[in-house]
């Protein structure tokens, strides 16, 4: 193969090199800002915007770029991006991280969190206009392409005319290819591969703080090959001769000589990425460590609460967080008993803590009880609770569960994990229990069973994933496998902290078919003050009139706390005016809450 060609397929596997991790810092950035501020759609879609945008700048832009140093402009576009990359993903972290002052603008904070797409992508809009010149100028032979590409691409080709000759009127083109084409080509195809590995792992395996890390490294590898290629460089020897930098086979120069800082820093930063993707395991888990602690630490007034996690998990569908929180502040403890807790989070939802776990499965499980017969005929369907904990409720009632959760990985994890067992007590060895590990709208779709009680301990709406958890179709299908007494209840966010979701969520199940609702409280006494505190808030829906909840037949839980039952009747489902409903096909993003 002759030098031209060799030339040539080095330009081809760069670009293909830099078009994957220009594809990847893409997803990186949408799933970041997805986790951030939550909205899969919403992140996604001006992620992608931005970065196309700002894309077509930087490569409407290229051309004023000196055209007699397009190599050293590529190897200082890769060392930016090299560069850039990961401190932009830092910096978003940061910013969800440090407590921002009230008068800081929402706005502001938004603009800022996405500037690393813009940038990112800017750079991006050099490389392939770069990499199409540099291919275009070695076209010295004729041949824009080595012998291997020309015959893959001429199949291709041929197979691609017969196809549309099927629909078209086709002449088949003879003669070789621009560079512009065989760039764009390899571009489209390392952007392909990119969205691939990313997606069965990079993301999966790794997470996106090693992912990053990744693609800075591949970035300044390539900087370095780039320039240790094609560079002018040369060496001098001790008969004062020069010598070329990678040998004397090294082609035609294509970089002059580019700052020794600049070649420092890439040199560094290759180094420095090598050794966090050597150890991205505790990097990813450090990391990580400290941003959730001082995420959680700043749901709280400033230094009223030290936090320290303690163990972290992803499985395919959630992250699991487990931590410590620590009463640092002045005066008595108004979240709990003690000085110190043990909590669980999913992703960025709280999920339970030591001194309202029971409290808060008493509002799910025995309060809706008391509404309820009790015994082996008694049908119950719980979806989500992979934790086990409202099996162990229902347990003590003896009635027949179905249980449905999504996570197998989790549901196996909180099995024998000291933390949960502490709670559910071997729950999943029931003897009157049936766990399907599915999605729960899928299960409903899927089954004749009708029940007596839905107990739904899902998570929040707080990402878009979960939007068919909280659709009218997911409800109608409860509905829709309720007995003619039959009831839904769930746990709900406070219509004052949340109007807008409460509306979208009351009008959604009022779609469903569902026309009355029981609201109230789980109470506890969560800080040992002597003073009984809300905990959660919960609703019981149902399709039709029921029998108003009697204290006197109550469950345990319900007769401790009578003066707190006693009044509660069974309401209208209200209808609001100008709010959608929110359905699978049209989704109403009102729904989706920010934690």
């Known amino acids: 193969m002759s030098d031209t060609r060799t030339a040539t397929a080095a330009l081809l596997v760069l670009t293909f090199v830099v078009s994957f991790c220009s594809f990847v810092y893409e997803f990186v950035y949408s799933e970041l800002l997805t ?256 941003y959730l602690e001082q995420q959680i630490e700043n749901e709280y007034p400033p230094g009223a609460m030290s936090v320290e996690i303690t163990d972290q998990e992803t499985t395919r569908y959630q992250h699991v967080i487990r931590y410590e929180r620590t009463w640092t502040g002045a005066g008595p403890n108004p979240h709990f008993t003690g000085r110190s807790e043990q909590c669980l989070r999913l992703g960025s939802a709280v999920q339970l803590c030591d001194s309202w776990a029971d409290s808060y499965h008493n509002g799910l499980v025995d309060v809706p009880m008391s509404l309820v017969d009790h015994g082996p005929e008694t049908k119950v369907l719980v979806v989500g609770g992979g934790d086990w904990i409202a099996i162990d409720h229902l347990r003590q009632y003896n009635v027949t569960v179905d249980h449905v959760d999504l996570d197998a990985q989790f549901m196996n994890m909180t099995k024998h994990d000291p933390f949960f067992r502490h709670w559910h007590d071997d729950a999943y060895e029931y003897d009157r229990l049936q766990t399907t590990a599915t999605d729960g709208y899928r299960y409903l779709q899927q089954t004749n069973e009708t029940y007596d009680l839905v107990l739904l301990d899902v998570p929040g709406a707080t990402d878009d994933d979960l939007l068919t958890l909280y659709s009218k179709e997911f409800y109608r299908s409860v509905r829709q496998h309720l007995t003619d007494d039959g009831m839904m209840v769930t746990w709900a966010y406070s219509a004052d902290r949340y109007p807008e979701h409460h509306k979208a969520f009351v009008n959604t199940v009022g779609a469903a078919g569902f026309t009355r609702q029981l609201p109230y409280w789980a109470w506890e006494d969560i800080d040992s003050d002597g003073e009984t505190e809300r905990v959660e808030r919960f609703y019981a829906f149902a399709p039709g009139g029921r029998q108003p909840l009697s204290v006197a037949d109550g469950t345990a839980y319900v007769q401790q706390y009578r003066d707190r039952y006693h009044d509660r009747q069974w309401h209208r489902v209200p209808r609001y005016r100008g709010v959608r409903v929110n359905s699978i096909f049209h989704p109403n993003y009102d729904v989706l809450v920010d934690t």
Not at 43 to 56: D, N, R
Not at 59 to 73: I, Q, R, T, V
Not at 165 to 181: A, I, M, Q, T
């Open 35 to 290: 986790v951030m501020y939550g909205g899969t759609v919403t992140q996604y879609v001006i992620t992608v915007g931005l970065y196309f945008f700002s894309l077509g700048v930087g490569a409407a832009l290229s051309d004023d770029l000196n055209p007699e140093d397009y190599g050293g402009n590529f190897f200082r576009t890769e060392v930016l991006l090299a560069a850039v990359a990961p401190a932009g993903f830092l910096l978003i972290v940061g910013l969800n991280s440090v407590r921002v002052p009230r008068a800081v603008p929402p706005e502001l904070l938004w603009t800022v969190a996405r500037l690393p797409v813009v940038v990112v992508g800017f750079l991006s809009g050099f490389e392939l206009p770069l990499l199409t010149h540099m291919v275009d100028d070695r076209d010295d032979d004729g041949t824009t392409t080595p012998a291997w590409i020309h015959r893959l691409g001429d199949r291709l080709h041929d197979w691609t005319v017969t196809c549309l000759g099927v629909f078209w009127n086709v002449e088949r083109k003879e003669g070789r290819r621009s560079g512009l084409s065989v760039v764009l080509a390899m571009d489209y195809v390392g952007g392909l591969c990119g969205a691939v590995v990313y997606a069965r792992l990079l993301y999966p395996r790794l997470g996106l703080i090693p992912t990053i890390f990744v693609l800075a490294l591949l970035n300044a590898v390539a900087a370095l090959a780039f320039v240790g290629y094609f560079s002018g460089w040369s060496w001098p020897s001790s008969d004062n001769d020069d010598r070329r930098l990678f040998g004397d086979s090294t082609p035609t120069p294509l970089v002059g000589r580019v700052p020794k800082t600049l070649l420092v820093v890439c040199l560094l930063l290759t180094a420095s990425y090598a050794g966090v993707v050597a150890n991205h395991e505790t990097a990813d888990e450090r990391l990580s460590e400290l």
